[in-house]
């Protein structure tokens, strides 16, 4: 059975936004669920950037492997949708870094926005 939609959204969903200006871990959701989109704007940086979604409550940056790792151009933004939802199991957490591998630890010069919808 798939989810009901209202106005290009799903019922009982939320979104997760954050100014990412570091490499720092950032608290996503601590429980299982579903993503259903990805935004990111890096507008304020001239280099591609990297977000890293990790299914973890306290992963380490450049040791713990990401669940998910999403691209975005320099100087622009990109949003991927994911209409069935990704699922996923424990705790969600993200970082932005300049890097394009799972060992990646330096993040973006300027901040960049973030904003994960899920539905829990």
């Keep these: ?3 009901a939609s209202v106005a290009g959204s799903y019922i009982g969903t939320h979104v997760i936004e954050a100014s990412v200006s570091n490499n720092a871990i950032q608290s996503g959701d601590d ?3 579903q993503i259903y989109s990805v935004y990111i704007d890096n507008t304020s940086n001239n280099e591609a950037m990297y977000l890293k979604i990790f299914e973890a409550a306290g992963p380490t940056l450049g040791t ?6 999403f691209s975005v151009a320099a100087s622009s933004t990109i949003q991927y949708d994911f209409p069935q939802g990704i699922d996923y199991t424990t705790a969600l957490t993200f970082a932005c870094v300049k890097e394009n591998a799972d060992t ?8 960049m926005i973030v904003r994960i919808t899920i539905n829990t």
Excluded: N, R
Excluded at 104 to 111: E, F, I, L, W, Y
């Design 1 to 3: 059975m798939g989810k």
């Design 31 to 33: 429980s299982s669920g």
């Design 64 to 69: 713990t492997d990401p669940s998910f790792l």
């Design 104 to 111: 990646g630890t330096t993040g973006p010069d300027s901040a």
